[in-house]
Every structure is written in C-alpha cells, then in structure tokens.
C-alpha cells in the first residue's frame, strides 16, 4: 500500500464525452438484467445467500486487479473506501433481494431510479451542493411516483395487506448508492475505477465467503436439481452487474460528475421491465404512470 498521499486534483463537474456517454449505456444495459438474475438465484437461494455469493463472486472477478489496486491506494483513501465499499457493494445487494421476494422484478427496477434523486439530496445535506427549489419539487414528484408503484404493485400477505413497506428496501439502497457516488467523486477522483472496485470487494469478499462457509449452501446445492442453474446467475450477476459494471460506474462518476452517473437508472427501468414481461410479469398502468412520474422528477432534480 502507497502510504504517500496522491496529488489531489479540484473536484468538478466535466461534460460528459462520447465515452462517458457509451459507458452510461452499457452500464444501464448491464444493470437492467440485475433484477430478474435476482430472481432466478432467489428462486433456490434466500435472499441473504444470494447477496453473499454475490459479493463473494465479485470479489473473485476482481482478484487479477486487487494486488495492483492495494499498491494504489494511500491510507488517507482507506476510510472512504470502507465508506464506498459499505454504502455502495455492502448493503443494497441484501437491501434487494430482501425487497425482490415481495417486489417483481420491474417494480424494483423502476424504484431503482431514485438514485439521482438520492445522490443530489446527498451532495446538497452533505457535500453542500447548491440548492435549488426546482430540484426540491423534482424530489417530490419522484417520491409521488415511487409510491404509486410500491401501493399497486406488491403483492398480497396472507392476511390480504399489500407488502407496501418493501419497497423502502430498495429507496434505502438508492440511497446507499447516493452516499457512495458522491464519495467516490469527492475523495477517490484520481484513483483507477479498478482500483476502487477491488478495493471494495477485497474489503467484503472475504466476510462474505466466511458466512458462506457456516451457511448451509451446500446442503441446498446438494438437495435441489436446479441449485447449480440459480449459482450460474449469480456468477452472471456478480462478474458483469458487480464487478464490470461496478468498474463502469466509477470512471463515470471520476469523468463527469456522481449525479450524471446516477442517471443510469434513467434507462434500467426500461430494461427491467423488458425482462420482466419476457419472464411473464404482467404490465400495467401503474408502472407507465409511476415511471412518468419520477423520470419527471429526476428530470426536474438534475437539470
């Protein structure tokens, strides 16, 4: 590890290039399938193993970089890195599976545009971005279509009550998510996008595999046919939407700025319900009127 501390150079907002733009669209394209992969593993999985294998699998995409990422890493980046690797690869993976076992997969997806909201109420509380009332009513209007989609879309209890309060699983994961974009923009600026996501998953990926060890994963792969089929997409999951996509993510925000980053989620709830009605999920009014409303508001938000 450096223990020199690396120039440090002003933070800004750059426009975003060509680059910036094809790497936004492959990582929304990446992200779209994140939530009907879930659902495969969690048809075999409960949700914490699918989050910890997620992680865990990640973490061995990322070992060909994480020798070279340590040596790139001072010690005055460690504690926004533990802050990155928490806020960000930590705990919305648990956030969502949790949500995805009373949430289809589209609904989630849709949620998950809450993130530029989330970021820019972030850097305002937090990093002491400009506010501006237009960006306050975006944040509203947002959360007017977020509740639309949690109140017509979750699934009945036994007792005949929709499941309403799952989707909050997934607004704390986008904001998990905002923590851990402006951080990265603010305090990692000139560490290599690699660097910073082997880093994470050195720093997760070995408490996930001890909890895989004690767990009783192997009993589940050894009792049920379709163990190995629900393993192949999580590795999918972990290698390209954790790993790739995480990669992606972090040169987006250290190019442009975490807001446009964020605004990957702009074009994943599309994808989302692609998937979704390829997987038989039904597709109503509510998901057109509620991803009116808050494309309106992250629109309102991020001008």
Known sequence: ???????????????????????????????????????????????????????????????????????????????????????????????????????????????????????????????????????????????????????????????????????????????CYGISANTVKKYCQTLPATAVNSVVFCLLGPFAGLYLLFSDVGHIVQSNPMAYHAIGYIVILAVFNSALAGVFYFKITQQTSALFAATTTYIVPFIAVLFGAFDGESIGWSYAAGLLFILSGVYLASR
């Open 1 to 175: 590890m450096n223990n020199h501390p690396t120039p440090q150079h002003p933070v800004q907002s750059a426009t975003p290039t060509a680059q910036s733009w094809l790497l936004l669209i492959l990582t929304a394209l990446i992200w779209g399938s994140s939530f009907i992969l879930m659902k495969k593993g969690l048809a075999v999985f409960p949700p914490r193993q699918v989050a910890t294998m997620r992680i865990f699998f990640a973490m061995l995409a990322m070992l060909p970089f994480i020798y070279k990422g340590i040596k790139q890493v001072t010690r005055q980046n460690l504690p926004p890195l533990l802050v990155i690797a928490i806020a960000g690869s930590g705990i919305p993976p648990f956030l969502f599976t949790a949500a995805q076992t009373h949430l289809p997969s589209a609904a989630a997806g849709i949620l998950n545009t809450f993130t530029p909201l989330f970021t820019l109420v972030v850097g305002v509380v937090v990093f002491k971005v400009v506010f501006e009332w237009r960006r306050l009513a975006g944040v509203l209007l947002g959360l007017a279509g977020a509740l639309l989609l949690v109140l017509t879309t979750a699934p009945p209890t036994q007792n005949g009550n929709a499941n309403y309060f799952y989707g909050i699983y997934i607004l704390l994961a986008t904001l």
